[in-house]
Nanobody
Framework: QVHLVESGGGLVQAGGSLRLSCAAS????????MAWYRQAPGKQRELVAA???????NYADSVKGRFTISRDNAKNTVYLQMNSLKAEDTAVYYC??????????????WGQGTQVTVSS
């Protein structure tokens, strides 16, 4: 069994900051890309930021310059530092990892989601 557990969401005023964390646990043999997605009410889930095992990153245009994704490969953990938050950043944020688990094949795994609410 593999689990992705997110933490760090909450309520913050516009202009504030939050840091999300997501730790992958279980019988994991390897992880390639890790990413953060978000889904606002009535909207489709969208990619926010992604990072490879080598540290290459990409971001949605809407968060460039405000959000920073990073990871600790030794801890199988990915982070999302969110600064200068806007009301439109309000959404449920989901962690995603492409990983290889014992007795399995490479696949995409998801966390349960963490709510981020930005008040204007």
């Amino acid at each position: 069994q593999v689990h992705l557990v997110e933490s760090g969401g909450g309520l913050v005023q516009a202009g504030g900051s939050l840091r999300l964390s997501c730790a992958a646990s279980g019988r994991i043999l390897g992880i390639t890309a890790m990413a953060w997605y978000r889904q606002a009410p009535g909207k489709q889930r969208e990619l926010v930021a992604a990072i490879t095992s080598g540290g290459s990153t990409n971001y949605a245009d809407s968060v460039k310059g405000r959000f920073t994704i990073s990871r600790d490969n030794a801890k199988n953990t990915v982070y999302l530092q969110m600064n200068s938050l806007k009301a439109e950043d309000t959404a449920v944020y989901y962690c995603n990892a492409r990983l290889l688990a014992v007795a399995n094949t490479w696949g995409d795994y998801w966390g349960q989601g963490t709510q981020v609410t930005v008040s204007s």
